[in-house]
């Protein structure tokens, strides 16, 4: 299909729309029509036609206030399973499960319009990302080179790794024949791991390590030496599954100890030789949805870093995998590589006391925004629809309030400015709009709307030089 047919449908069936109202004097400055901008924000938004489904980039010169449109407007694209914004670049990571994706990256030019750049990639299935100095990093863990299979033909399950190169527009990945990136028996207890998220403080790199269980290749080590005494029913005789749920005959899915947190700190972004930071107070430091590992390890604006467990693990089937720690949050002091004693109980803070989170974000300061479940994860289908604000001074969560009661979905993306933190929110036949939400009071206010079905991911761009 041509791009003008694609308008042609979009102009027949999206919903009418508002024109972009001007910028409060607060707000960063450019914009479309300028000669020569100095910046613009940038939302990815999905519209959902009769006939067809459209992805547009869009420009605008405030969070606070107005109305976009799509209707003639904006880039269209291919979408993304995530948008990355960094150094002003925006990403478009794509996962297709047992796939390569496809990514390509987008500049904002002088004239404040959003530009395709030149280079398309195909890189390896992804379960997380991060980023560090230049590179964004697309992570996961895949079976490693024939080489160095066991005896009945078992891969180690070892690191996927490709950095794209936001300047320079190259990418490259690890490089797996040397064997020193395998995973399995990552934590000495003949598991393999897979890492969630990348967080870069001064030349130092942090990484929630998420232990996946026992692969065919750990499970045969010795004739089962791995298997704790009582869990050998938890091996699979046969394979099954499929997509993020499939498994192989002689796999133990799921980790073996769900009471323990790990966090890899490594020197650089070689992701080689990482010192293991540990606690016992929380489980594992990961959001997720289906396949996808969400970063919970984030630097404060102090330096120090803060680990979030969003527990899990108290999903699993077999109470042998259950963990019994409530979702919480840890720290590792600025500049050091071990957990002090830093502990909050978040799930006590919620409503029934049994409530967990999907994903959070740095929002600036001491302060953290979390998606919360609307119940416990044990329940039924929980909704990650309601937000909070957790203060890690004084280890205070609060629900946000001001926010639409029919939200169907929120955003993948934040922006922190004077005080408040930017979150899209989606609604149930309304526009999405970005909500400005203060740190100190967790009151949320309506910004900018945008006539779509939702907003993907925002983020403020100047013209890359």
């Known amino acids: ?27 960063e400055p450019g914009g479309n029509n300028s000669v020569e901008s100095k910046g613009n924000f940038v939302f990815a938004t999905t519209v959902q036609g009769s006939n067809a489904t459209s992805y547009v980039l869009l420009t605008g010169e405030s969070l606070d206030e107005g109305n976009l449109t799509t209707v003639n407007n904006g880039l269209l694209n291919d979408g993304a399973t995530q948008w990355v914004f960094y150094k002003d670049y925006l990403y478009a990571l794509t996962y297709n499960q047992q796939n390569a994706g496809t990514t390509r990256s987008y500049i904002l030019n002088s004239r404040g319009q959003m530009e395709a750049r030149s280079t398309e990639y195909n890189i390896s299935r992804f379960s997380s990302y991060g980023t560090y100095n230049d590179d964004i990093i697309t992570m996961s863990t895949g079976e490693g080179p024939e080489k160095f299979a066991d005896a009945n033909g078992n891969r180690p399950m070892t690191l996927l790794a490709t950095y794209l190169n936001v300047v320079n527009e190259t990418k490259r990945e690890n490089d ?25 403080s001064g ?76 606690t016992d107070k929380i489980s594992t430091p990961c959001g997720r949805y289906r396949s996808q ?142 909500y400005a939400i203060n740190t100190t009071t967790a009151k949320a206010v309506k910004g900018v709307s945008i006539a779509a079905t939702d907003i993907t991911g925002f983020g403020f761009m100047t013209p890359a030089k």
Request: aromatic residues 10%; charged residues 15%; contains cysteine.
């Open 176 to 200: 797996t024949s040397t064997g020193l990136y395998s995973m399995e028996n990552f934590l000495n207890n003949g598991e393999y791991v897979t890492l969630s998220g990348a967080e870069q």
């Open 293 to 434: 590992y969400y970063q919970t390890v984030w630097a404060a604006d102090n330096g120090d870093i803060y680990v979030f467990s969003a527990s899990y693990a108290k999903t699993m089937t077999d109470d042998a995998q259950k963990t019994t720690l409530p979702a919480g949050v840890c720290r590792i002091p600025a500049g050091k590589t071990e957990f002090d004693d830093y502990y909050c109980n978040i799930e006590a803070q919620t409503p029934g006391g049994n409530r967990s989170f999907m994903r959070c974000w740095p929002a600036g300061g001491n302060c953290f925004l979390l998606i919360m479940y609307d119940r416990a994860l044990t329940e039924s289908s929980p909704a990650a629809t309601e937000l909070a604000v957790f203060d890690a001074s004084s280890k205070k969560l609060t629900y946000v309030t001001g926010l639409p009661e029919n939200v169907s979905s929120i955003g993948k993306t934040v922006y922190n400015q004077n005080g408040n933190v930017y979150i899209p929110i989606n609604v149930e036949n309304e526009q999405p709009a970005i």
């Open 1 to 27: 299909m041509t791009q003008k047919s694609i308008w042609r449908i979009m102009a027949s069936t999206l919903m009418p729309a508002l024109i972009l109202t001007a910028c409060s004097e607060n707000d």
């Open 203 to 278: 030349t130092r790199l942090y990484c929630g390590v998420v232990p996946m269980g026992l692969s065919p290749y750990g499970s045969a080590v010795d004739n089962g030496r791995y298997i704790k005494p009582g869990n050998e029913h938890l091996v699979h005789t046969t394979a099954g599954g499929n997509g993020g749920g499939s498994y192989k005959a002689g796999e133990l899915v799921g980790t073996q100890y769900p009471d323990e947190c790990w966090v890899a700190i490594y020197d650089n972004a070689d992701l080689l030789n990482p010192k293991l930071a540990t």
